[in-house]
């Protein structure tokens, strides 16, 4: 049997996928709180955005519907969790989960958007 190539594929960055229930509103918390910036929209209304930050992206998708997950969603890095814990704690974000150090090896906390989804933020320690 020969080896399948996918031995020799190489995957990049991946960039999760938000269902939000208001897109305008949600772009509003992603960029004033988190400081991303909106790079791509379609739909008219906009029904879709891709957000930036360094090298973070999140894809943003318009779903009135949209209940949360009870899970995190998606994990982040940052090299400075201790930073944003605190930033995110002063502009009144839902923090699920306070800062922590883990044993696994990260400081990390869980902070919900305004439609609920649960991100793990942190920084390897």
Known sequence: MSPSPI???TFGRAAPGLAVRD????FTFYSEVLGFQKVFENGNPVGFM???K???EIHLSQNRNHVAATINVFHMF???VAA???LCEAAGVRVVKSLKDKDYGQRAFVL????????DIGERI
């Open 7 to 9: 031995h020799t594929i």
């Open 23 to 26: 897109i305008q509103a949600a």
């Open 50 to 52: 891709v957000l930036k």
């Open 54 to 56: 360094d090298a973070a």
């Open 78 to 80: 940052v090299d400075d």
């Open 84 to 86: 944003l814990y605190e």
């Open 112 to 119: 919900a958007d305004p439609d609920g989804n649960r991100i």
